[in-house]
T-cell receptor
Framework: DSGVTQTPKHLITATGQRVTLRCSPRSGDLSVYWYQQSLDQGLQFLIQYYNGEERAKGNILERFSAQQFPDLHSELNLSSLELGDSALYFC??????????????FGSGTQLSVL | GENVEQHPSTLSVQEGDSAVIKCTYSDSASNYFPWYKQELGKGPQLIIDIRSNVGEKKDQRIAVTLNKTAKHFSLHITETQPEDSAVYFCAASKAGGSTLGRLYFGRGTQLTVWP
């Protein structure tokens, strides 16, 4: 068990809908990362937050957004869903910059199926 | 950005044999190289990592080597067991840099160990 908690484990929804994925980082970790895993794209970095602030953006679509709350949990919001958004979404956490070689610990993921 | 290539995409070995997975990276500024193991239905789990100031690191049956000049690094698993069967990912990042811990992943290697 990595200590990173993601909910829900599975999500089935229809095109055009909006969903929210939730992540609780390991105790003491200040950084949260969101990754998307699909067969054709592999593990793609979406976005990173550190202590409530957005720190880096990757291949995140404009239809997607995220935030990190004061209690450090994070939510990834996916809107106007398309069939191609079906994928595994992972959250990872790390201690943040105070640890020079940051180790990322991943949750078990949320499997999103858009029908 | 960084580009990480991983080979082979699939690897089948007999129990007790060794397995080797190789990765190359493109950005010479990358200095941290973790390896992750992903079992079915689970998130990637950090199994070993190596820093650019080290050429080799070993942890029981697992070892990683790094050749900074050639920009490639490898995972070696000795005395393989059926429970080693999983997808293995290599990754690279620039520790302490502006990317703040972001990992760039290879496409993964499906390792199957036959009893």
């Amino acid at each position: 068990d990595s200590g990173v908690t993601q909910t829900p484990k599975h999500l089935i929804t229809a095109t055009g809908q909006r969903v929210t994925l939730r992540c609780s980082p390991r105790s003491g970790d200040l950084s949260v990362y969101w990754y998307q895993q699909s067969l054709d794209q592999g593990l793609q970095f979406l976005i990173q937050y550190y202590n409530g602030e957005e720190r880096a953006k990757g291949n995140i679509l404009e239809r997607f957004s995220a935030q990190q709350f004061p209690d450090l949990h994070s939510e990834l919001n996916l809107s106007s869903l398309e069939l191609g958004d079906s994928a595994l979404y992972f959250c990872a956490s790390s201690a943040g910059p105070r640890e020079y070689y940051e180790k990322l610990f991943f949750g078990s993921g949320t499997q999103l199926s858009v029908l | 950005g960084e580009n990480v290539e991983q080979h082979p995409s699939t690897l089948s070995v007999q129990e007790g044999d060794s397995a080797v997975i190789k990765c190359t990276y493109s950005d010479s500024a990358s200095n941290y190289f973790p390896w992750y193991k992903q079992e079915l239905g689970k998130g990637p789990q950090l199994i070993i990592d190596i820093r650019s100031n080290v050429g080799e690191k070993k942890d029981q049956r697992i070892a990683v080597t790094l050749n900074k000049t050639a920009k490639h690094f490898s995972l070696h698993i000795t005395e393989t067991q059926p429970e080693d069967s999983a997808v293995y990912f290599c990754a690279a990042s620039k520790a302490g840099g502006s990317t703040l811990g972001r990992l760039y992943f290879g496409r993964g290697t499906q390792l199957t160990v036959w009893p």
